[in-house]
């Protein structure tokens, strides 16, 4: 099995060390990293606030370091969460076209400026490129795409977009920051492709753990020295396995070992207090002279003293040997919430949706997940469930879409994005303002159970990691009043680290009422197994559709 190493022997891409960063509060983020990155695909994992997105934007130069170096080996090129551009930018903008195209365009009518050649250099033919990249990664491009509004695509056109401006570029390094959030399945798929046959090094940090199937290592920041392991995840998480076997063997020594040197302990200071006991009763009994005496006690003091502090010893190295395997083999606390007032009787309709005649329907408990391309329409109906009536809902849809929710099933939302937080001091407040008959007692009870503990209740919204963020907006959906007997999740496990993607199922395992999903991650839909799943159709004529892979299915 492979051990935590160089994934093979290459040059270093990128070297950091003794690298610390802190914000200006004063929080640490990164205190004395150091780790190389090597020509070849490392993914990137750890739990949220560990500082995964941070080092990226220290390594791109974005953050000056408090302390340490940073050598990048080339070129490099960074592609944040959001693929960020400025108001009114065109697809290419965001491919990083647009001055090579208008220099062609200018020489072709007659430019004779210099500058416009260094502009193209030898790039004659960029148009026709971005073109053949944009189609590669699956948008249906053609050379009116380039000139597009980005506005006009959805959050997964925008990230294949600048993925495709990534790839024209060919950085010697690429940084990814979580480059399959919003996209469909077949993106994912071609985006997979794409990392099979990336040039150059790529550290890309990502939750998705088929992409870490395609890396040739794995970097850990959430383990101590951030180790990085020469292998894919799925070769990581069986490693991890031995260790955590091994470290709990190792508890399991400690705590015997240490049972057994406080034993020995008592066992000693028992034998002491007997022989002191016997020296007191020699000496009342003028068994030997005063001097004699006095010796023999100041004697078996220094012995006894000895005694204690050899035991002593003994007894302080077990524990310290104890709490060390104590945190080698701690591992993650489990959510377990119970949710009994969110059941909806089976066969209850909760949810149906119908146009044109056609229908579909959510009965009692199923958990339905909804699905389909980027930009195909599912944030358009999510709103519709919802109870939004959105501008193109018609122009999507058609005009006689029509969803009915059980006038007894309340609804609860938990959006991709967690900024309703932002408009409360700190998490107790956030959840009492949804269950306002709540003592802030009861609001404390229900963050300790997704984890929230100590002061991680009363701290700033602002000083929570995203994994917090995310479980504070749980509870306030899930512990609403009245309960959510309906639940629509959209894309919940975008910008979650792969901890907190279990402890989201685990706090769902006792969820009783009705579920709808939306989501391209397939192994969040196995964990939730979810009933049956809608798919958003939009032909390229004629409204959009949705389909029912139920065996008795209708479509809409």
């Known amino acids: 099995m492979s051990s935590p190493t160089s994934p093979r022997p290459l040059a270093p891409a990128v070297v950091v060390d003794g690298l610390s960063f802190a914000w200006p509060d004063g929080t640490p983020v990164l205190t004395g990293l150091t780790t190389t990155f090597r020509a070849a695909r490392t993914g990137l994992i750890g739990p949220n606030g560990c500082g995964k997105s941070t080092l990226l934007r220290l390594i791109a130069g974005d953050l000056a370091p408090d302390a340490g170096t940073v050598h990048v080996a080339g070129e490099l090129r960074y592609l944040r969460q959001d693929a960020a551009v400025a108001p009114g930018a065109t697809v290419s903008d965001l491919l990083g076209v647009t001055p090579a195209r208008r220099a062609v365009a200018a020489i072709a009518a007659g430019s004779v400026d210099p500058a416009d050649f260094d502009a193209v250099g030898d790039d004659w033919a960029v148009e026709e490129r971005a073109v053949a990249e944009l189609a590669l990664l699956g948008l249906d491009a053609d050379a009116d795409l380039l000139d597009r509004p980005v506005t006009a695509l959805s959050g997964g056109e925008a990230m294949q977009v ?10 010697a390094v690429t940084l990814l920051d979580e480059p399959t959030n919003n996209l469909d399945a077949a993106a994912r798929g071609r985006l997979y492709a794409a990392v099979d046959a990336w040039p150059g090094a790529l550290v890309v940090v990502t939750h998705d753990r088929e992409l870490l199937e395609h890396v040739d290592a794995v970097a850990d920041l959430g383990r101590p020295g951030a180790p990085v392991f020469g292998g894919t995840f799925s070769a990581y998480a069986q490693y991890r396995a031995v260790l955590q076997d091994a470290a709990e063997r190792d508890l399991r020594d400690a705590q015997a070992a240490l049972k057994a040197a406080r034993r020995e302990a008592v066992e000693e200071e028992t034998k002491l207090a007997r022989r002191a006991r016997t020296g007191r009763k020699a000496a009342a009994s003028n068994r030997y002279p005063p001097i004699v005496a006095g010796a023999k006690e100041r004697a078996a003091q ?17 524990a310290a040997a104890r709490a060390q395997a104590d ?22 309709t909760v949810l149906a949706v119908s146009s044109g005649g056609r229908a579909l329907s959510i009965l009692g408990p199923e958990r339905i997940r909804l699905a389909g391309g980027n930009g195909s329409g599912k944030s358009t109906l999510v709103d519709v469930l919802l109870g939004a009536a959105p501008a193109h809902r018609g122009a999507v849809f058609g005009d006689d879409l029509t969803v009915t929710t059980a006038p007894t099933v309340p609804v609860g939302h938990l959006a991709q994005r967690t900024l309703e937080l932002d408009g409360f001091a700190h998490a107790l407040e ?31 919204i602002s000083a929570l990691s995203g994994g917090e963020r995310f479980r504070v907006a749980l509870a306030r959906v899930l512990f609403a009043d009245p309960a959510p007997r309906l639940l629509v999740l959209d894309e919940p496990t975008n910008n979650l680290d792969m ?57 809409v």
């Open 327 to 348: 945190r080698a083999a701690r591992v993650d606390d489990v959510i377990r919430v119970d949710l009994p007032q969110t059941a909806v009787p089976a066969g209850k």
């Open 162 to 171: 600048a993925l495709a401006g990534v790839r024209l570029a060919g950085p």
């Open 430 to 460: 956030a959840v009492g303002s949804a269950a306002p008959g709540r003592t802030p007692h009861d609001a404390r009870a229900i963050l300790a159970r997704l984890l929230l503990t100590r002061d991680a209740p009363t701290r700033p």
């Open 499 to 555: 901890t907190s993607v279990d402890q989201l199922v685990q706090a769902l395992e006792d969820y009783r009422g009705a579920l709808v999903v939306v989501t391209h991650d397939e192994h969040l839909a196995r964990a939730l197994r979810v009933d049956r799943t809608w798919e958003v159709v939009r032909p390229a004529v004629g409204p959009a559709v949705v389909r029912d892979t139920a065996p008795a299915s209708r479509a």
């Open 302 to 318: 220094v012995t006894a003293g000895r005694i204690r502090g050899i035991h002593a010893d003994r007894v302080q190295q077990a």
